[in-house]
């Protein structure tokens, strides 16, 4: 039993990494709470089921379509939107992201209903003695954990990361050494939506889904981020399995109604003890 609650855990928390890290490279590169991110997950997984239903296409292969719309997507929104804000206060830029997710999660419900989906497929379950351990689920966290190990690549080795660590560590001294300061901004929004997208192609798979869990989804990208640290892809990482874990062990041990409360809970207590987080950094490597 405890081991089949630890291997749960280790797949949701697998899954929660790839939904947060999108999150928190927005907010700790442009200083922006993207209060639209669950619905943008949410949005990539209705794609992803569309895709299918239409194309036949699976989810996972999917990934690179539906992120890239989400990418395109988020670069205008910013370029266009959020950019004649960013160097507002922070509650004027949550404000509006705000503002853009009530105008999505309402355009959702319209064109797509509250009623949950999920992309319908037996990819069987792999058995080794008493646990049993659903592939779909299995790939979806190893696809999720390939992303986010590509994301913290893209930081660390291409010439695009590196102008994205050099705003996030100074965003004055990068735009005198010629980077487009709000390119920057606009790639990494785009990269946030592509990593939402990519996160609800593999939701798709695994859980149901509707317009009515954006919130949902939000409320574990901020735990994630204040579990692992701010500013740390291997901290979104980090903070994402421990959370998996927790939750996993809380569900079992105290029924999976409260397992969102010991998640909650243990934001605070990180808050008030830790507020950097488990691997809190400057910037991201």
Excluded at 22 to 45: D, P, Q, R, T, Y
Excluded at 237 to 264: D, K, M
Aim: proline share 4%; net charge positive; aromatic share 10%.
């Amino acid at each position: 039993m405890d081991m089949q609650t630890l291997i749960n855990g280790l797949v949701l928390g697998g899954l929660y990494a790839c939904i947060a890290v999108g999150f928190s490279l927005v907010w700790g590169v442009l200083n922006v709470i993207n209060m639209m991110h669950g619905s943008f997950i949410v949005l990539g997984a209705y794609l992803a089921y569309y895709v299918f239903a239409i194309a036949g296409i699976h989810p996972f292969f999917a990934v690179p379509l539906v992120g890239g719309l989400l990418f395109a997507g988020g670069y205008l929104l910013q370029r266009g939107v959020i950019n004649r804000v960013v160097d507002q206060p922070v509650l004027i830029t949550l404000v509006l992201t705000f503002g853009l997710d009530m105008i999505l999660y309402n355009a959702m419900v319209l064109g797509f209903s509250a009623t949950p989906r999920r992309v319908a497929l037996d990819m069987g379950v792999l058995e080794f003695g008493t646990m049993v351990l659903p592939v779909d689920r299995i790939a979806a966290m190893a696809l999720a954990l390939l992303l986010t190990g590509l994301l913290y690549f893209l930081l660390r080795s291409s010439r695009v990361g590196r102008a994205i660590v050099a705003v996030r560590m100074d965003r004055e001294a990068a735009a005198l050494m010629g980077i487009r300061v709000e390119h920057i901004y606009a790639v990494t929004f785009g990269l946030g939506a592509f990593m939402a997208g990519a996160a609800g192609c593999l939701i798709a798979i695994v859980y149901p889904f509707s317009p009515a869990m954006t919130g949902l989804f939000l409320g574990k990208a901020f735990v994630v981020c204040v579990v692992g640290g701010l500013g740390s892809v291997p901290g979104a990482l980090v903070g994402g399995l421990v959370l998996g874990i927790i939750e996993s062990y809380s569900g079992a041990w105290l029924g999976p109604q409260h397992a969102i409360t010991v998640g909650f809970v243990l934001m605070i207590l990180l808050l008030l003890t830790r507020p950097t987080g488990l691997m809190g950094k400057v910037g991201y490597e």
